[in-house]
C-alpha cells in the first residue's frame, strides 16, 4: 500500500481509530454533565475531491495519476473523507442520544510544511511559495478555528453539534459530496471491515 493509503493513516484511520478508542470514556464523562466534544480538523479542500470512492483498499491506494500535483490529489481525498466521517458520526451519536458533541473545523488557507512540500515538486518551487505566501496565513494561524470549538461556550450562535466551522469562526455549509449518506456509510462500512481485518 503506497502514498495515498499513507495520506490516510494520518489523516484519517488514524483519527478514527483514537476517537473509537476514547468514546467509551468521553460518553461516560459527559453523562456525569461534563462539557465533552470531539474537534475533527477538515478542510475546505473536501469539496474539490474528484475521486469518490472509499469501498475497498484499491481506491484508498488510487495513484492519482494524472493530477498535476498527486499530493494534493490525495489530501482533498483524504479530507473529504475525513468530513464524511465526522457528519456519520455526528449522526449516529445524535441516534444513540450522546452528550458529546461533535465539531468540524476548517482552519483556513495555512501555509503548513505540508503545503510547502507539495509547492516544491512543481516547477519553479520558490516563485509558488512566494505566490502562496501572499494568499495564506502563517502556521500559527491554523489553530485559531480549532481553539474556538473547543473553548466557546455551547450558547454561542456558532457552536452547535455536527456543525461545520470556518474561518472567521463562523458555522458553514459543507459540500453536498461529503453530506452524502450513501458514500458515508461505504467509508464507515469499509472501515470497520477493515479494523476488523488488522484486528484493531
Request: positive net charge.
Given at each position: ?11 484519517y ?95 483556513g ?9 507539495s ?37 454561542n ?44
Amino acid at each position: 500500500m503506497a502514498h495515498t493509503l499513507a495520506v490516510f493513516r494520518f489523516s484519517y484511520l488514524g483519527p478514527y481509530v483514537f476517537t473509537k478508542t476514547l468514546l467509551p470514556l468521553l460518553e461516560s464523562t459527559a453523562k456525569t454533565g461534563e462539557d465533552v466534544r470531539i474537534v475533527n480538523v477538515g478542510s475546505s479542500g473536501h469539496k474539490d475531491a474528484t475521486y469518490l470512492d472509499y469501498g475497498s483498499k484499491e481506491a484508498w491506494n488510487h495513484k492519482f495519476r494524472f493530477s498535476l500535483v498527486p499530493t494534493v490529489s490525495r489530501y482533498v481525498y483524504s479530507k473529504l473523507a475525513f468530513h464524511l466521517w465526522t457528519n456519520n458520526l455526528a449522526k449516529r451519536l445524535t441516534a444513540e442520544n450522546s452528550k458529546v458533541m461533535v465539531l468540524l473545523v476548517h482552519p483556513g488557507g495555512i501555509l503548513s510544511d505540508g503545503s510547502v512540500r507539495s509547492l516544491k515538486t512543481l516547477p519553479f518551487p520558490k516563485f509558488w511559495i512566494w505566490f502562496a505566501g501572499t494568499m495564506m496565513h502563517p502556521q500559527e494561524q491554523g489553530a485559531f478555528t480549532s481553539v474556538f470549538a473547543a473553548c466557546a461556550p455551547r450558547d454561542n450562535e456558532e457552536i452547535s453539534h455536527g456543525v461545520y466551522i470556518c474561518p472567521p469562526n463562523v458555522a458553514s455549509s459543507q459540500d453536498p459530496k461529503a453530506m452524502d449518506e450513501g458514500r458515508q456509510k461505504q467509508l464507515y462500512e469499509f472501515t470497520e471491515a477493515l479494523l476488523r481485518q488488522l484486528e484493531v
